[in-house]
């Protein structure tokens, strides 16, 4: 079945840096524009950053834009995000999604990876 | 703060219908047909539930219905069931610059 599976998260320091992945599995990968979209605890949803099928387009939210880099690896079915220059505001639940760019939604989310900035 | 408004608590008994709103601007929701909403449960990822403002994906019950007006979209919970209390997000397109923005969250209880 079609399944999104992160991993990657974890306790960093302020400043410090971490990478999250993200596997696909139960659909083509490398047709599909993906996201990354975050919660943090007790808050609503924030759209992080998507990137094309064939990881040529990327954008990002301007809270994390120069700090965060999203990237793919098709023949590894994989999403990614580096994060760096963390801040305690970042703390958050992330989730991976299959992002349809025509209109705008995403119709399938991982279950998400908890990252935790604090010193 | 949210880009786009919706009311914190709505809440409804069995059966009965309740509507939540998402209130943006001609920049997001009232310029454009990406109106997309969201369920979710305690601890649980976000599920799709509305689409393109009123279409519904494979499998979601047609208890669900999305509308818009101007400025405004609304989604509509038929038929109130237990299993529907979560908290429900709207999405919109906002341009190229911001992409998407996020409402901030319904939490919707059946009494």
């Known amino acids: 079945q079609v399944q999104l599976v992160e991993s990657g998260g974890g306790l ?24 990354w979209i975050r919660q943090a605890p007790g808050k609503g949803l924030e759209w992080v950053s998507y990137i094309s099928s064939s990881s040529s387009y990327t954008n990002y939210a301007d809270s994390v834009k120069g700090r965060f880099t999203i990237s793919r690896d098709n023949a590894k079915n994989s999403l990614y995000l580096q994060m760096n220059s963390l801040r305690a505001e970042d ?12 209109y705008y939604y995403m119709d399938v989310w991982g279950k998400g990876t908890t990252v935790t900035v604090s010193s | 703060q949210s880009a786009l408004t919706q009311p914190p608590s709505a809440s409804g008994s069995p059966g009965q219908s309740v509507t939540i709103s998402c209130t943006g601007t001609s920049s997001d929701v009232g310029g454009y047909n990406y109106v997309s909403w969201y369920q979710q449960h305690p601890g649980k990822a976000p599920k799709l539930m509305i ?9 979601v019950p047609d208890r669900f219905s999305g509308s818009k007006s101007g ?6 919970v038929s038929g109130l069931q237990a299993e529907d209390e979560a908290d429900y997000y709207c999405s919109s ?9 996020f409402g901030g969250g319904t939490k919707l209880t059946v009494l």
């Open chain 1, 91 to 102: 703390t958050a639940v992330y989730y991976c999604a299959r992002f349809t760019i025509s």
């Open chain 2, 51 to 59: 689409y393109e403002v009123s279409k519904r994906p494979s499998g």
């Open chain 2, 93 to 101: 397109y906002a341009g190229s610059n911001i992409d998407v923005v």
């Open chain 1, 12 to 35: 960093v320091k302020p400043g410090g840096s971490l990478r999250l992945s993200c596997a696909a599995s139960g659909f083509t990968f490398s047709d599909y524009y993906m996201s």
């Open chain 2, 71 to 76: 400025n405004t979209a609304s989604l509509t």
